[in-house]
T-cell receptor
């Protein structure tokens, strides 16, 4: 399967723990985008990364959230000291380049539940 | 600031009907507009992508149109089937950016 792969599909954490969400882009894609879908809300952009660089993190909460896309391996969205309000579906998308006329391909998401 | 609105929020139709979903956006300077389908608990499936220079795109029973000047797009579904039941999302990329701005979707239910 050459699509965008996200894991885990479901993640349960207790308040105060850390959550790590992984995204492997499509083969040949070097641009990754993370979006969050809160219950009963639309998808909201969080962060845009290229290999080893954060290009735009304007949608990321200022505290507890971080993202990386290392030279080797998947992109990681990390949430420290999770709270109930972090419960959401987190989607990753990838594109071959950063130009706006290239469609972004989405993964199936990680559903994060905070107890 | 770009805002995307979709109406109706929910729609229930009998099988076989032709239907239209609407999407409007406030900033007409867009690079492209994309329609997605989302099944409950699943990811997004891309249906149609319309570049800013295009007026419409077709795929099977689906036809999407784009009127940039009025900030509107419609998704036309012909001969609807129960398998079409899902949430349909509209998203745009505004010129000078690379992030999708999504509408809140239309929840479609096609009754057998």
């Amino acid at each position: 399967n050459a699509g965008v792969m996200q894991n885990p599909r479901h993640l349960v954490r207790r308040r105060g723990q850390e959550a790590r969400l992984r995204c492997s882009p499509m083969k040949g894609h070097s641009h990754v985008y993370w979006y969050r879908q809160l219950p009963e809300e639309g998808l909201k952009f969080m962060v845009y990364l290229q290999k080893e660089n954060i290009i735009d993190e304007s949608g990321m909460p200022k505290e507890r959230f971080s993202a990386e896309f290392p030279k080797e391996g998947p992109s990681i969205l990390r949430i420290q000291q999770v709270v109930r309000g972090d419960s959401a579906a987190y989607f990753c998308a990838s594109s071959p380049g950063g130009t706006s006329n290239q469609p972004q391909h989405f993964g199936d998401g990680t559903r994060l539940s905070i107890l | 600031k770009q805002e995307v609105t979709q109406i109706p929020a929910a729609l229930s139709v009998p099988e076989g009907e032709n239907l239209v979903l609407n999407c409007s956006f406030t900033d007409s300077a867009i690079y492209n507009l994309q329609w997605f389908r989302q099944d409950p608990g699943k990811g997004l499936t891309s249906l149609l992508l319309i570049q800013s220079s295009q007026r419409e795109q077709t795929s099977g029973r689906l036809n999407a149109s784009l009127d940039k000047s009025s900030g509107r797009s419609t998704l036309y579904i012909a001969a609807s089937q129960p398998g079409d039941s899902a949430t349909y999302l509209c998203a745009v990329i505004t010129s000078g950016t690379y992030k999708y701005i999504f509408g809140t979707g239309t929840r479609l239910k096609v009754l057998a």
